[in-house]
């Protein structure tokens, strides 16, 4: 039981998701980073499905955090995951998500929706070393351009913006690494450490901004869990602390203002596996810092909910 809780908590604190963060008023895409949910040393055919409720009502503008009453946007995924486990420490993962983007503006009495498949993802995770309670992983992936780029408003008449469609138009590419360790004086305590590097290639198929490319973005990861007995069942409390940072994007080579920044978020959350092939993750999200360049609305809260089923 004690190995199979270790495993809950390095497949949800260790190699995100990678999708793009839709922080700004000009980031597409699915906010999927640290949904995603890895492990190279997970057994047989795996199987899972995560909620993940993305937020945004804060306006950024610096460090500073202005007023705001009447712009809300949503973005609601769900993304299925098939994990299989080739050799005793390679898997490969298959990541689709499907999302629901809804924008509101109580000024102009307007609301924008769109919903479409997003952007697939490929992963292969190597499992590099596992003794006296420590691992230590490395993981490589693809995103495909699979993901709706040119959904239009209700009427049919223009398209929505960037921040509203679920694709990002381009293939990219993310590389990951990742450790845990438990503490000596207390096993039952784990901590663990990991980073998601992505490289972003210019899109092609936004019909409003054919030559779109989103900056390369980095997020790093610190979390500690510990073991507990509620209600007769082995439940691990999680915290984790992520740092995301990502540049200016360009718009056919040049800067596109108000999109960049480091924002510093806090994350709780609960594993539990009331059977040793089925697993739940409960996980929110909430910012420490923000620092963007010029004027941003960002997150405020983020919630994800994730099952997963393993056989063999």
Known sequence: MRCLFNYLVLASLVLGSFQLSAQTCCTGGVPLTGAINLDA?????????TYDINELSDFIQGDRTLSN?????????????????????????VLIPYSRLTERNTQTRGTFKANGLSDISVWTSYLL???????????AGIKLPTGET??????GIFDLPLSLQPGTGSVDFMIASAMKSAFRFRPSLIYSFSGIYKINTTGKRYAAHEEYKYSNELDLYAGL?????LFNQLVTPQLQVRVNHFGEHQISGNPNPNTGGTWIFLSPGLAWAPTPQLSFNFRGQWPLHRSVKG?????????????FFGLG
């Open 129 to 139: 070393y596992n003794k006296k309670q420590t691992t230590i992983s490395i993981a």
């Open 295 to 307: 004027f941003q609305l960002t997150t405020t809260n983020r919630y994800l909910i994730s099952a």
């Open 69 to 93: 009453t009447f712009l809300k946007r949503e973005t609601h995924s769900v993304i299925g995951q098939l994990d299989i486990r080739i050799t005793d420490s390679l898997s490969v993962s």
């Open 41 to 49: 040393n997970s057994g047989g055919i795996r199987f899972g499905l």
């Open 225 to 229: 869990s510990e073991e507990v007995l």
């Open 150 to 155: 040119n959904i239009k408003e209700s009427l």
